[in-house]
C-alpha cells in the first residue's frame, strides 16, 4: 500500500504554480490518485533522476512540467 504525503512546502509551491496554470491542474489530480494506487503505473512513466537529483524520481504532467517525488519505506508490522 501507498501513502501519498504532501509537505506544507510543496503545498504552497502548488497552490502558486497552480494559480499561473490551472489548465493544469486537474492533470495534476489525476496522476496524484494514480501514484497513490500504484507509483509505478506504466502510465506515468516514472523515471530515476540523475545528478544533483540522483535520489529522485520523476513523473510528467506534460511535455513542459513534470513532478519530482522521492519515496520513503516504511516498515509494516504484523500485530497478533
Known amino acids: 500500500m501507498y501513502e501519498v504525503i504532501i509537505t506544507d512546502t510543496y ?3 502548488a497552490i502558486k504554480f497552480f ?3 490551472p489548465d493544469l491542474l486537474e492533470k495534476y489530480k489525476k496522476i496524484l490518485l494514480i501514484i497513490n ?10 523515471h530515476k533522476l540523475k545528478g544533483k537529483l ?4 520523476s513523473v ?4 513542459k512540467y513534470r513532478i519530482i517525488i522521492s519515496f520513503l519505506e516504511k516498515e509494516n508490522y ?3
Not at 37 to 46: G, M, T, V, Y
Not at 54 to 57: C, I, L, Q
Open 60 to 63: 510528467s504532467i506534460d511535455l
Open 11 to 13: 503545498k504552497k509551491k
Open 37 to 46: 494506487n500504484n507509483p509505478f503505473h506504466p502510465s506515468l512513466r516514472i
Open 54 to 57: 540522483k535520489n529522485f524520481y
Open 19 to 21: 494559480k499561473k496554470h
Open 78 to 80: 504484523r500485530y497478533r
